[in-house]
Structures are given as C-alpha cells and as structure tokens.
C-alpha cells in the first residue's frame, strides 16, 4: 500500500483536519498549497475536491508557472450549526490558505458574506441561485456550476423548441427570492420563444397548493414547471398523480428529492428537472470520474461532487499560469472538466460555465438524459424524444414470436438466470433481440447472444408477445464459488499513542513527538519506517524502527522545530514504505491521528476579578498597567500603548501568539455588551508583550477574567 493510499485509508476513517499527502515519500518536503473546505468531512464537496487532489499528487502534483511542482493539501472545516457558522469559516484564515471550495447552499453563502470576504482569497461555489452573487462586493466569488438562469433557459429552450410545447404551467412552492428569481428566469425564457404560462400559480401554504392542484387539472397543460421546497415539491407531485393530471411535471430539486429517505422511486417516476450534471452521462469524462469515485467511495457521486472536482481543476490551471492566482480564474482559459467546458473569461461576474443537463426520472430511479446544453445551444448528442408521464415501448419487431426491448441505458447479458453467473457483455437502451426460451416461472429470458445462450431478467424488459409460447430452458449449472483460501499468519503494526514533548510545543524550540508502536500481529515485522509531515511549517520526520516480535511494543521519536504558532492535527503514518507483510487488515490501520499545539513561553497567567476603576497588568511588573474597568463597568479601556481586540472561534487553551496579530488587535476600548462569558481578547500589552484574556463573568459591575501572557 502506498503512502496515499494510506492517507486515502486515514481520510475515510477519522473526521479531522488533515492532509492529503503526495504518492511519493521524496515529495513530502516539497512546497505545498492549501485549499479551504467548508464541508463535512465526507460531504460532497470534501468528496469531489478530494478525488480530484488525490489524482493530482499522484500524478506528480500541480506545475507552478516557475515550473516548480506543488502538491495540494485540503484543510475542511465543518460549518456547524448556524450560530457557529462565522467563528468557523474565520478559522480558515490561520490555515495559509490560497483558496476555499464552499458552503453547498446560497442562504449560507448570503448569512456569512462578511465572513467568507474576509478570508481574502477566491471563493469557489458549487452554488446554482441567481442572486447569490448580488451583494458581493469583493469580486473573490467563483461560482463552478451553470446558473439557475442557465437551467432555466435551457429546460424552455427543450420544452417549447425541441418537443414543440405551448400549454406550461408555472408553479411556485415557498416565497424564497431565489425560489422567486428562479420562476421568473424561466418565465422570461418562455416569453422570449413567444409562450406566456397559461397558468402561473403561487402555492405556499397547504391550501393553496391543493388550489393550484385543482386549477392544474381542470386547465390540464401540457406540462408543469414548480420551482421551490422539496416537502411541497413531493405533495404537488403526488398530488397531481393522484388527482388524474396526466401532462408531464418538470421540479427544479430533483435531485434533492432522490437522496430522500422512504421515498418510492414510482412516486418520482417521469418526472423532468435540469442539471448541471447527471451520473448516467456516457462521456469519456465522466465515465472515469464516476468509476474512479466509486471506487473510493463507494457511493455515486452526483452534481456538487462533480462541480468540486472540477473546481480543484480550475484552481490548478490558475495555478500553472504567471499571474494572480484571482484573476488566473476568472481571466483564464478553458479547461474541460466532468461538467465540460468551463472558461470564466467568456462569462464574467466569476461565472465559468453554463453546462446543463435536461433529466428525466427513470421507471427505476436512474436519471436519463434528455438533452445538454452549453453555450445557449444545444450540444450535438443523441437525445431521445421526450417521452410522456406514463411511457411505453412498442418494439419494431414483427409480431411473429416474441421480442424484448432493452430499457435501461446499459444491460447485462449473463451466462444464466442470477447475478452468480458471469456476464457475457451489454445491451443499450431500445435494443431489441427475440425470446427463444425463458425459465419455467418466466422471471429470465433467453436470447442468442454472441453464438451462444444469453440470460436477462424479464423484470427490467420490456416484451412483447406472449412469453408462455416460447420453450423451457433448463439453466447451466450455476457456477461454484473458489474456496476461501485460509489466511496465513502476518505481522500487524499499529501505532498505540504518541505525544510531544514540550507539550504544547515551544516555538523555534526542538521538539520531539514520542510514537509507541506494537505489533499485534503473529509473525515478526522486520524493519520499517514511521513518520509524518507536521505542518505548519511542513516538518517531514521519520524514524527506522528495528524488528519487533508478535506483541513487542517499542517508543520511536520523531523531531523537528516550528517557527510558528498554532493548533494543528496530523496523521503519523507506520510502515511508510510497505516493507512488511501485514494482509489488508494490516495495512488499514496504520495511521494515527495525532494533535498538537506550538506557542510562545508563558511569561505569567493568573485570574483577576476587576471592580470599576480597576487595572489588570498582564506582566505583574507594576511598570504600567494594560487595561482599565472604566469607572461605570460597562467597558473595557486599553491603557496607554496597548490595544485590544475579540478572537473568535478560540478558547484560551487553543489561542496562541500568532492569533495576536496586530491587524485585528487594534482596539482601544470594548463594550461590555461585546464580552459574553467566554469571550477571548486578545491583547498587545504596554510592555510590547502579546497576551490572552478570557471573560469568565460579569456579576453586577465586576468583570471575572483569566489570563495568560507570552515571551516574545
């Protein structure tokens, strides 16, 4: 197992800040960029830039325009509840970041604008609303997927164009203005190709949803286009079925709706809706990236994680160009991603494409493409007819005996009846071939495929003819699985504990990080390496561990000195080089999350109970004090030279001298309504010293504090 797949191991398995290392030991100690995540560690934008990161280092990692090669580290941050959302995203600025993929969803992106402008690099957003980007005034945001706009004008160009609709009817489910600019884009679409809504309803509340579903089916459109929540988007959806409309429906959360839990896949069944990309593409590019997130995932990947792969495309095209890295991104050139061609210097505004999808629900789930756009026109592919609510295949083979027709986009042929028998190739979709047996309950049909017998499943066909008629096969033997091979005895190294020493590290001080490491396997180890890169200065450690027998445990030290300071988590990887024989068991748990913290020398930390009129002196030197409880106690004073300033997403365990810096510790008084129990102040003391209050209370007039002041 290589040192990335051992990363790739460490990453699904534990949920920290980590790093995603380079395939080769040597480039360990080579310059590396950070790219920001604002997802949960497996969410679909950790997973898409994941993958697409993985295979960059693998591959030697992304070219400088010096030609220096530069691996990329992902560093996620969890959102977490909304009232936590700014604290976390302002965590990223201690990160020397030079991007940030993230949040998933506009009302995040609107609710924390002055946070994510402040981090000061580009901004990249998988996110579709049309108003998003209106009250951004600092040009860092990139969106990487079309615009609801785009989709919008894409699903009219389809329906009144290509299938020649004119009775649509326009529903919107909440009163959200990007629910509302999305109905009216469309709108404005239709219009502009001469068709007005016969009906444009408003269905934010249960009763009028069941109003808008009466006047549906007594003016019975064509087709009906809703725009908004997913709770209503079902029950119009169910409704209208169940009411008898049978026009064809078009929902614009689709594919939120298909990752619902309990929800029939009949129920979604016809159902149309626009997307920036679908996992049943059949192009080159997405076939690999679809394989290749399969199998590290083992999940399907849907639009977001396609849109974050792409944009850690972008990020190293930008990266390979002389130039600012923003203005790389949004003046670059094209780049063709999973999504297709993305190129923000034909856009403008930090859009980079208008790739969309037209979709249909499938009878078992699986999207169908109806049509793709790019460019405002649509792309030269093979769109299938649009068919109606309720399709049927009517097979073109003479009725003479029995045909079937191929459903589904891909079909296997087997050598049997069941999934244990092997598959002999593929059928396409509306592909036709004659029954000449079946099995005695009819479930498999048998056809003559490539010179021999051909099995398929009736239940994913469709038939024509009368399968009674046609002959009893008997089916081949079913095929014996190999035995299970016994396991031979191995040897298995784990690393059991680690800790430093200082602890927390002292700045430009030697440290040593202690790793206790046993074998818990059977067979003796051999020789093996054990080692990290610490950030944040990219400390690449290793250390040779002799031979250890089955259960022998033994301590190895790694070493190094920062120059800065911070709270940081790393992976300690054992076996580095795969030198021992541990099976696959044994190669999966070879990693182990480790934290640490590196700061200044405490000069002095104490507590103080502070009555108006008092002075707290950090340094306890009586040279002169630092801040004053003004004679009210309704704030806080800096006194003399020194300033004051709130850090937020700290506690005084993890703040540390770099946080103190004097570009957000610039204060000279704060408001008592600003310092709520727990509050963390930083402070740049009259004796030149940096330091860190903690607001424990404020009973009556008195202020509770706990401090700590560091050595420069």
């Given at each position: 197992m290589t040192i990335v797949q051992k990363h790739r191991i460490g990453t699904l398995l534990f949920s920290i800040l980590f790093m995603i290392g380079f395939s080769h030991v040597a480039a360990q100690n080579g310059p590396v960029f950070r790219i920001g995540i604002l997802d949960e560690q497996l969410g679909e934008i950790s997973n898409g830039a994941r993958l697409a990161v993985e295979e960059l280092n693998s591959s030697g990692g992304v070219r400088g325009a010096d030609g220096t090669y530069f691996r990329l580290e992902l560093i996620i941050q969890p959102l977490g509840n909304e009232d936590s959302q700014a604290e976390n995203i302002l965590n990223l600025r201690?990160?020397?970041?030079?991007?940030?993929?993230?949040?998933?969803?506009?009302?995040?992106?609107?609710?924390?604008?002055?946070?994510?402008?402040?981090?000061?690099?580009?901004?990249?957003?998988?996110?579709?609303?049309?108003?998003?980007?209106?009250?951004?005034?600092?040009?860092?945001?990139?969106?990487?997927?079309?615009?609801?706009?785009?989709?919008?004008?894409?699903?009219?160009?389809?329906?009144?164009?290509?299938?020649?609709?004119?009775?649509?009817?326009?529903?919107?489910?909440?009163?959200?203005?990007?629910?509302?600019?999305?109905?009216?884009?469309?709108?404005?679409?239709?219009?502009?190709?001469?068709?007005?809504?016969?009906?444009?309803?408003?269905?934010?509340?249960?009763?009028?949803?069941?109003?808008?579903?009466?006047q549906i089916v007594a003016g019975n459109p064509e087709i009906v286009v809703a725009y908004g929540a997913t709770e209503p988007g079902l029950d119009l959806i169910i409704g209208l079925r169940e009411s008898g409309y049978s026009g064809l429906i078009a929902y614009n959360q689709l594919e939120t709706l298909e990752k619902g839990e309990g929800l029939a896949f009949e129920e979604l069944n016809g159902v149309i809706s626009t997307t920036t990309w679908a996992y049943t593409a059949d192009d080159d590019a997405s076939?690999?990236?679809?394989?290749?997130?399969?199998?590290?995932?083992?999940?399907?990947?849907?639009?977001?994680?396609?849109?974050?792969?792409?944009?850690?495309?972008?990020?190293?095209?930008?990266?390979n160009r002389p130039g600012e890295l923003q203005a790389n991104i949004t003046q670059g050139g094209a780049i063709e991603g999973v999504q297709g061609t993305l190129n923000s210097a034909n856009f403008g505004g930090g859009e980079t494409g208008d790739n969309v999808s037209i979709i249909q629900n499938g009878p078992f789930g699986a999207p169908v493409i109806l049509a793709r756009y790019a460019g405002g026109v649509q792309l030269n592919i093979d769109a299938p007819a649009l068919p109606t609510a309720t399709p049927t295949v009517a097979p073109t083979a003479t009725p003479d005996g029995v045909v079937i027709t191929i459903k589904q986009a891909r079909q296997n042929v087997r050598s049997g009846p069941s999934t244990s028998y092997d598959v002999l190739g593929q059928m396409s979709q509306n592909e036709q071939?004659?029954?000449?047996?079946?099995?005695?309950?009819?479930?498999?049909?048998?056809?003559?495929?490539?010179?021999t017998q051909g099995w398929l499943a009736t239940y994913l066909?469709?038939?024509?003819?009368?399968?009674?008629?046609?002959?009893?096969?008997?089916?081949?033997?079913?095929?014996?699985?190999?035995?299970?091979?016994?396991?031979?005895?191995?040897?298995?190294?784990?690393?059991?504990?680690?800790?430093?020493?200082?602890?927390?590290?002292?700045?430009?001080?030697?440290?040593?990080?202690?790793?206790?490491?046993?074998?818990?396997?059977?067979?003796?180890?051999?020789?093996?390496?054990?080692?990290?890169?610490?950030?944040?200065?990219?400390?690449?450690?290793?250390?040779?561990?002799?031979?250890?027998?089955?259960?022998?445990?033994?301590?190895?030290?790694?070493?190094?000195?920062?120059?800065?300071t911070g709270c940081y988590a790393v992976v300690l990887v054992a076996d580095l080089n795969n030198e021992v024989g541990e099976g696959i068991s044994g190669e999966n748990n070879n990693l182990f999350n480790f934290n640490y913290c590196i700061n200044k020398p405490i000069l002095r930390q104490g507590s103080q109970t502070m009555n108006p009129g008092d002075t707290i002196d950090l340094e306890g030197?009586?040279?002169?004090?630092?801040?004053?409880?003004?004679?009210?106690?309704?704030?806080?004073?800096?006194?003399?030279?020194?300033?004051?300033?709130?850090?937020?997403?700290?506690?005084?365990?993890?703040?540390?001298?770099?946080?103190?810096?004097?570009?957000?510790?610039?204060?000279?008084?704060?408001?008592?309504?600003?310092?709520?129990?727990?509050?963390?102040?930083?402070?740049?003391?009259?004796d030149g010293n940096r330091a860190a209050i903690r607001v424990d209370g404020l009973p009556g007039a008195q202020i509770q504090l706990t401090y700590v002041t560091y050595q420069n």
């Open positions: 201690e990160a020397s970041i030079i991007a940030v993929l993230g949040p998933v969803s506009d009302s995040v992106v609107k609710q924390n604008l002055t946070a994510l402008q402040s981090l000061n690099v580009p901004i990249l957003l998988p996110v579709i609303g049309d108003t998003t980007f209106t009250n951004d005034t600092s040009g860092r945001f990139v969106r990487v997927r079309a615009a609801q706009i785009h989709q919008g004008r894409a699903l009219a160009d389809y329906l009144i164009q290509d299938v020649g609709l004119q009775q649509i009817a326009t529903v919107q489910l909440d009163n959200e203005l990007e629910t509302s600019a999305a109905v009216v884009g469309f709108t404005i679409a239709m219009s502009n190709r001469s068709i007005n809504p016969q009906l444009a309803l408003q269905a934010q509340t249960e009763s009028t949803l069941q109003n808008a579903i009466q076939d690999i990236f679809r394989d290749r997130f399969i199998r590290l995932y083992g999940k399907i990947p849907g639009a977001i994680e396609a849109a974050s792969y792409d944009a850690v495309l972008l990020l190293a095209n930008a990266i071939a004659r029954v000449i047996g079946a099995t005695i309950d009819l479930s498999w049909v048998v056809i003559s495929y490539r010179g066909l469709d038939v024509f003819g009368d399968l009674s008629t046609v002959p009893i096969i008997t089916p081949p033997p079913t095929p014996t699985p190999p035995p299970t091979a016994t396991p031979l005895p191995e040897a298995d190294i784990i690393i059991t504990a680690a800790s430093s020493a200082p602890s927390p590290i002292i700045v430009n001080l030697p440290f040593t990080v202690n790793v206790t490491v046993q074998n818990i396997g059977a067979l003796a180890t051999g020789s093996f390496a054990v080692a990290s890169t610490f950030p944040p200065n990219n400390i690449y450690s290793s250390a040779i561990v002799s031979p250890l027998a089955p259960g022998q445990a033994t301590v190895v030290t790694l070493s190094g000195t920062f120059t800065n030197n009586a040279l002169q004090g630092d801040a004053n409880w003004n004679l009210n106690g309704n704030q806080l004073d800096a006194l003399f030279t020194a300033r004051l300033g709130i850090i937020p997403g700290v506690t005084l365990e993890t703040v540390h001298w770099d946080l103190i810096n004097p570009s957000i510790i610039n204060q000279t008084t704060i408001l008592r309504s600003s310092l709520a129990p727990g509050t963390v102040i930083g402070v740049l003391t009259a």
